[in-house]
C-alpha cells in the first residue's frame, strides 16, 4: 500500500566522541524515507530553501522514493540543527537551531499522494500535521512523532491530533511528559485513553514498548551495537523500517506489528554506526534481513 512521509530536511551539524559532521544531510524525511525504502515505495512531503546544498535525487537514486511532493521555496532558509551528544549517546545538547521554513506554511500534498494509505506525520507542529493529514483521501494507518516543546506550548492542538490517528512515537521522556505519569506502563495508557490505539515508546540503548488499546504489551531490546558514532535519526529510522514493513505486509494485525518494531530496531542500528545516512547508505536489504533474523535468535528462549 502507498506509504506517505511527510517531514523535514535539514542541515546539520553533529559533534560526538568519534568526531565531526558539518553541514551534513539530515531531517526527518530524509532518514525515514531512506529506511522505509528498503520495504516499500516511499511518497515524500517536505519543503527546503533554495540554500539547500544536496540534491536529493541523487540522494535517493535507486531507491523507490517519490520526490514530488518536495518543494523548493524561494525566499525561505532550509531547517539547520547543530547538536552534541553525551558520552552515553543517549543524551544531547542542542547547540543551535533555525527552524526556518519549518515555521511557516507545510508543503501541499501533491493529488497523486492524496490516496496514500499508510501515513507517517514525522516530528513538527501538532498542527501543521493536522494540516497536512486533511489533505489525505482516506488513510489506513496514520502514525505521528512529536516531542516534549510541542507537548509543553501546543498540548491542544495535540491532543486533536491524537484523535485523528492510529499510533503514537515517542520517547520515553516524553511519554512521560505527555502522560503526567513516571511509569511507563500507566504512561502508555493514559496516552491510549487519549484517542490512539496504539503508543510505541522508544528507550534508546533499551529498546521500545508497544501498548495497545486492548491492553497487549510487546517489549523488545536494542540490536546491540558495539561502536555507535550517530544517534542522529535514529528514531526516524526506527519509525521507517516500522512503517515501510507494515505498508509492504498491508496489515497491522498484532503479529506484523511485532515484526514492524523488530524490522525497525534493526533498521535504525545501522543508521547508529555511520555520520548521516552513512550507515544506511552502505547496507543492503539482506543485511537487515541478517539482524533481524541475529535479534530474533537474541530474544527467543
Not at 496514520?142 to 510541542?150: L, Q, R
Amino acid at each position: 500500500m502507498p506509504l506517505l512521509v511527510t517531514g523535514s530536511i535539514g542541515i546539520d551539524t553533529v559533534k560526538t566522541t568519534f568526531g565531526v559532521s558539518e553541514n551534513c544531510l539530515g531531517g526527518s524525511a530524509v532518514y525515514f524515507s531512506y529506511a522505509a525504502s528498503f520495504f516499500s515505495p516511499v511518497r515524500f512531503v517536505g519543503v527546503i530553501g533554495p540554500d539547500c546544498p544536496f540534491e536529493l535525487a541523487k540522494i535517493f537514486e535507486g531507491k523507490d522514493v517519490d520526490l514530488a511532493g518536495l518543494e523548493v521555496r524561494e525566499n525561505s532558509k532550509t531547517f539547520r540543527w547543530s547538536g552534541t551528544y553525551h558520552d552515553d549517546m543517549d543524551n544531547r545538547t542542542t547547540d543551535y537551531l533555525e527552524l526556518n521554513v519549518l515555521a511557516e506554511a507545510p508543503p501541499k500534498v501533491p493529488e497523486q499522494f492524496s490516496d496514500s494509505n499508510f501515513i507517517f506525520l514525522a516530528n513538527t507542529a501538532p498542527k501543521l500535521q493536522l494540516e497536512l493529514l486533511e489533505q489525505i483521501k482516506e488513510p489506513v494507518f496514520v502514525a505521528a512523532d512529536t516531542m516534549n516543546c510541542w507537548i509543553e506550548n501546543n498540548l491542544a492542538h495535540l491532543k486533536l491530533l491524537l484523535k485523528r490517528i492510529n499510533c503514537l512515537i515517542l520517547n520515553e521522556d516524553e511519554a512521560r511528559l505527555l502522560a503526567c505519569e513516571k511509569n511507563l506502563i500507566k504512561a502508555g495508557k493514559s496516552i491510549i485513553g487519549m484517542g490512539p490505539k496504539y503508543v510505541l515508546i522508544k528507550k534508546g540503548q533499551a529498546g521500545s514498548l508497544l501498548y495497545s488499546a486492548d491492553g497487549e504489551m510487546f517489549i523488545l531490546p536494542a540490536y546491540p551495537v558495539e561502536n555507535v558514532m550517530d544517534p542522529t535519526g535514529a528514531g526516524d529510522s526506527f519509525a521507517g523500517g516500522f512503517m515501510g514493513y507494515l505498508a509492504q505486509k498491508r496489515t497491522t494485525d498484532s503479529k506484523s506489528l511485532k515484526e514492524a518494531i523488530a524490522y525497525g530496531t534493526v533498521t535504525a542500528s545501522f543508521t547508529i554506526e555511520g555520520f548521516s545516512l552513512n550507515g544506511l547508505s552502505s547496507i543492503t536489504k539482506n543485511d537487515i534481513d541478517s539482524r533481524f533474523d541475529e535479534l530474533k535468535k537474541m530474544t527467543s528462549f
